[in-house]
């Protein structure tokens, strides 16, 4: 089945604990991206990837790092989370045209 | 930067018609259409590009006026189905190597029987 996964579903951590969140994909989706949500600003994009290796600024990446070492997983980082990280955390694929992208179930944190 | 919707919110009977406009201060390349149910992650609906041709499926269209940098979507008949938060997404054009994506805050529609 084509999908996208992450992990994990649901995190609380403490202000400054570092913590990674995963994101694979099984379609060999050159484009990927992460977005955070909060309400009545709708999705904001953190980073996205070309492809391997390649990796650009959305509109918020502040405080947020990630990497595309393999193509199928693209995972984010903070490295230093603050309590106005917490959000819920989406992470999407498509083809490199970014058409058609593929949405992960979404990761809420909460940073306390 | 960010993309205006419009309307915040809209309350419809089902079959009743909606449209929800998606509009940018800076030239665009595509515009991308996705629904969000409550709990659920964003799904595609459809995509325009620059100097491509309005599109449809089945009861839901949309049009690009490029020289207007807006995008509109059409929900005609609508059923209980189509009610949820409707995204656009904006990408930017004359941009260089820039993929970025650029979303409006959304707009809520409820259907109600």
């Known amino acids: 089945e084509a999908q996208v996964t992450q992990n994990p579903r649901y995190l609380i951590t403490v202000t400054g604990k570092k913590l990674t969140v995963t994101c694979s994909q099984n379609?060999?989706?050159?484009?990927m991206s992460w977005y955070r949500q909060d309400p009545g600003l709708g999705l904001r994009q953190i980073y996205y990837?070309?492809?391997?290796?390649?990796?650009d600024k959305g509109d918020v990446p502040e405080g947020y790092k990630v990497s595309r070492k393999e193509k199928r997983n693209f995972p984010l980082i903070l490295e230093s989370p603050s309590p106005n990280q917490t959000s819920l955390y989406f992470c999407?694929?498509?083809?490199?045209?970014?058409?058609?992208?593929?949405f992960g179930p979404g990761t809420r944190l909460l940073v306390l | 930067q960010q993309p205006v919707q419009s309307p915040q919110a809209v309350i419809l009977r089902e079959g009743e018609d909606a449209v929800i406009n998606c509009s940018s201060s800076?030239?665009?390349?595509?515009v991308h259409w996705y629904r969000q149910k409550h709990g659920e992650a964003p799904v595609f609906l459809m995509i325009?590009?620059?100097g491509g041709e309005q599109k449809g499926h089945e009861k839901i269209s949309a049009s690009f006026n490029e020289k207007k940098q807006q995008s509109s979507l059409y929900l005609t008949a609508s059923q209980l189905s189509y009610s949820g938060t409707y995204f656009c997404?904006?990408?930017?054009?004359?941009?260089?190597?820039?993929?970025?994506?650029?979303w409006g805050a959304g707009t809520k529609l409820i259907i109600k029987p």
């Open positions: 999407a694929s498509s083809l490199w045209n970014r058409e058609t992208q593929y």
């Open positions: 379609m060999n989706h050159e484009y």
């Open positions: 990837s070309m492809n391997v290796e390649v990796t």
């Open positions: 800076k030239a665009l390349y595509s």
């Open positions: 325009l590009l620059k």
């Open positions: 997404g904006t990408e930017r054009a004359y941009v260089d190597s820039n993929y970025q994506l650029i």
